[in-house]
């Protein structure tokens, strides 16, 4: 289903591949979605000093709205404290799960990653498109407050889980070990 033209998005053309680049095309969209997803973060403090790549307030600022807009997050009053909001991806943005573990490949393949940060990607990829419904599901019970759908796996499997455990191997392989000397 086609959406309609909004005033905050004006369109240079119909093509559905460019569409697409005029929403996510940007520096900073979908790292921030990144985060949100993987790092499940939903605070704007935690977006802004959990960024690895170092984004700027005014910057985040602009890319929250931005997303807000193209209607990839939702923004609340946080219920656990009432000057906080909390963002939330939506169904557009939860269904970018293959379209991430794809670009995530592709980086891996093409660009001289770390294998720490590239391990979450892989393990994605790998797990195919099973680990990405189950993932998505996983995303829209904390982010829709939708109940999950029985997949194969146990009831307390976790995608994001799994991907962080793989995350946390790599990362204490990289650190130098002390001698005690």
């Not at 005033?7 to 680049?21: E, F, H, K, V, W």
């Not at 979908?30 to 802004?48: A, I, P, Q, S, T």
């Not at 994605?124 to 996983?138: N, Q, R, T, Y």
């Not at 997949?151 to 070990?177: F, T």
């Amino acid at each position: 289903m086609a959406k309609k033209k909004s005033d905050a998005m004006a369109q240079r053309s119909g093509c559905a591949i460019n569409l697409a680049t005029e929403v996510l095309g940007d520096r900073w969209s979908l790292v921030v979605l990144r985060d949100m997803m993987f790092g499940n973060w939903r605070h704007f403090r935690e977006l802004l000093a959990n960024s690895m790549e170092g984004i700027a307030s005014n910057i985040l600022a602009a890319r929250l709205k931005h997303l807000q807009a193209a209607g990839l997050i939702t923004c609340a009053e946080d219920p656990t404290h009432k000057q906080k909001l909390i963002y939330s991806l939506t169904e557009p943005a939860i269904q970018l799960v293959p379209v991430l573990a794809t670009l995530g490949e592709w980086g891996r393949r093409h660009l001289p990653v770390t294998r720490e940060l590239s391990i979450r990607a892989q393990v994605l990829f790998e797990g195919g498109p099973a680990m990405w419904d189950d993932f998505m599901d996983e995303l829209r019970e904390f982010h829709l407050g939708q109940k999950r759908r029985r997949s194969g796996q146990s009831p307390r499997y976790s995608v994001l889980k799994r991907l962080n455990e793989a995350y946390e191997a790599e990362r204490r392989k990289s650190k130098p070990i002390a001698d005690g000397r």
